[in-house]
């Protein structure tokens, strides 16, 4: 260890951390709607959620973004919106098969370099964007995206994790950070079939019944995600 190094201190800085704040967020929500996430067939509370179909699951994934990261980088808010929620498929061992997004923005000059990361994110990845909801008359720029994927029967949930598993962190550390924000960006600028060959690996591991748990890296880190 190096010297001076203080464990304490990092330990209160990821227990402050607006990322770890923000799961902590979930758990009023959850209780409020009713959902008990350990009676459900498929548990909620994953990446996903997983609706049982046929003889494989349909993935539900949503995420919102901060009206600052959308203010201060609006094409990368828009890329990620594909970005993210097929990091959030792949985490559950599916694939993708189509988006929709809810964007609001000032006037049309605000919501173009929105939509235009969204666009080539879904043009780079392959995964069509098939409608949603635009009002271009809003006060303040907001987004949120949803994705649907398919999953086999093995379904990879965080949930079936359990003491003594072996726990793998899978990062393309070919990217770089966004600055100046926190952002580490591995997907803008690399080759679509190199990317799409990457988020394959999951589904293989599931199909293969290589890996039985997984939990994409959200902004509460490798720690806060563990956790």
Partial sequence: MTAGFDIQALARQIRDARGLAHKRDIDAVVTR???NARNARVPV????????????HLLLAIEGFLDSFVAADPYFAGYCGIMVNLSD?????????????ALWSRDDAAADPVLAGLADAAALYGVP??????NTRAGAGNLAVAMLGRAGPRLLTSFD???GDD????IDLRGRF??????????TGSPGERLRGDL???????????ARAAKDISMAGVVGTAL
Wanted: charge should be negative.
């Fill in 129 to 134: 964007i098939v409608g949603g909801h635009t």
């Fill in 45 to 56: 509370g994953d990446d996903c959620a997983a609706i049982p179909d046929g003889d494989g």
């Fill in 167 to 170: 726990l793998v962190a899978a």
């Fill in 33 to 35: 709607l009713g959902l």
């Fill in 200 to 210: 394959e690996v999951l589904p293989a591991l599931a199909e293969a019944g290589l």
């Fill in 161 to 163: 994790a359990a003491p």
């Fill in 89 to 101: 498929v792949a985490a559950m061992g599916g694939r993708p098969l189509a988006v929709v997004d």
């Fill in 178 to 187: 966004r600055e100046p924000h926190p952002y580490w960006d591995a997907s």
